[in-house]
């Protein structure tokens, strides 16, 4: 019996088998999470403030995921800050502007979030709002970004990929927007100045200019008198919610980007 399992092709396999050490265990975890960590990387995004007020960055994470370390923050002129993005991921950022805090109770005259802290804890920006958008792929594949007015304007923005490949050009709204808003369009501050502009959807709630109901594909939704105001200005920028051909810019393996307020 002991003879026949000696000479076994299984016993022979066994005998040739060189089993892994602690220390080649060790380093295949070691790879194994590291690759796991490349695999989940994402992106650094900075934020730079050339406005000569201070602002409010908010950050909004999408897809009901978890919210990033920051939601909301303080940056005065001539300041910079970053948060760090998981892979994938996608989300927006905007700045809030006229910010107090009242009896122990935070508020913005634009772009407020209304969760009454600094912190806009999983609230998005009340329009009108100037955006940041931003999709990060997985595994480094094809990020997308732009600015958007389609909620109407409050802060000039850009955002410039860092690094990366591909076109990896800069989305930019530099103009201000609210030095040509219609009247009917305007939001005015305590002291009567124009501190906001809407888009026409926010304003009038018609299908034709919100791009709902019978207008909700690109055939029904032309550009409009008053999306063609935002155009004018920034061109680089969504100024409706069909105006994807000009306005969407991407960018391939791992960028980071950096956001600035007055560009």
Known sequence: MTSNMQNSPLHLQNENYTYPTMTTTRVALCLLF????????????????????????????????PQLSTTGFELGPGASNSVDLPSPWSGRFWARTGCSNNNGRFSCATADC???????????????????????????????????????????????PQGGSGDCKTSSCP??????????????????????????????????????????????????????????QCPDAYSYAYDDKSSTFTCSNRPDYAITFCP
Do not use: H
């Open 114 to 160: 209304a969760s009454g802290q600094v912190a806009c804890n999983g609230a998005g920006a009340i329009p009108p709002a100037t955006l940041v958008e931003i999709t990060v792929a997985a595994n480094g594949g094809q990020d997308f970004y732009d600015v958007s007015n389609v909620d109407g304007f409050n802060v000039p923005m850009s955002v410039t």
């Open 34 to 65: 590291a690759f796991l960590f490349y695999a989940a990387e994402g992106a650094k995004v900075s934020f730079n403030n050339k406005c000569t007020y201070t602002v409010w960055p908010g950050t909004l994470t999408g897809d009901q995921k």
């Open 175 to 232: 103009k201000n927007i609210n030095s040509v808003c219609p009247a009917e369009l305007q939001v005015k501050g305590s002291d009567g100045n124009v501190i906001a502009c809407k888009s026409a959807c926010e304003a009038f709630k018609e299908d034709r200019y919100c791009c709902t109901g019978p207008n909700n594909t690109a055939e029904t939704c032309p550009p409009t008198n008053y999306s063609q105001i935002f155009e004018e």
